[in-house]
């Protein structure tokens, strides 16, 4: 097992390409790519011990990655950016 802070440091690497990728609305928005980046951050939580927080932060970023496919105006987009976003900072 690696250790834990390399672990929530890779996790906030792919969440921060989510928010690259998704934040810049005059592109379309490269949902595959994002949804590579979002399981392997969901996938990187297994790796570790998750405190009571980690896993709040875990069951929010698996409730926004289900809303990916879901079609967003630009601002509803620049809102659940944020929300990944918001995950990443209180990692």
């Given at each position: 097992m690696?250790?834990?802070q390399?672990?929530i440091?890779?996790?906030k690497m792919?969440?921060?390409?989510?928010?690259?990728?998704a934040?810049?609305?005059?592109?379309?928005?490269?949902?595959q790519?994002?949804k590579?980046?979002?399981?392997h951050a969901?996938d990187?939580?297994?790796?570790?011990?998750?405190?009571n927080?980690?896993?709040?932060?875990?069951?929010?970023l698996a409730?926004?990655?289900?809303?990916?496919?879901t079609?967003?105006?630009?601002h509803?987009?620049?809102?659940w950016?944020?929300?990944v976003?918001?995950?990443r900072?209180?990692?």
């Open positions: 690696r250790d834990k390399f672990v440091n890779s996790i792919d969440l921060h390409r989510v928010v690259n990728a934040g810049d609305i005059t592109k379309p928005m490269p949902k790519s994002i590579e980046f979002l399981n969901l990187n939580f297994n790796k570790i011990e998750p405190t927080l980690e896993k709040a932060l875990k069951t929010q409730a926004l990655s289900t809303k990916v496919d079609p967003m105006d630009p509803k987009r620049l809102l950016t944020e929300d976003m918001t995950v900072c209180r990692l």
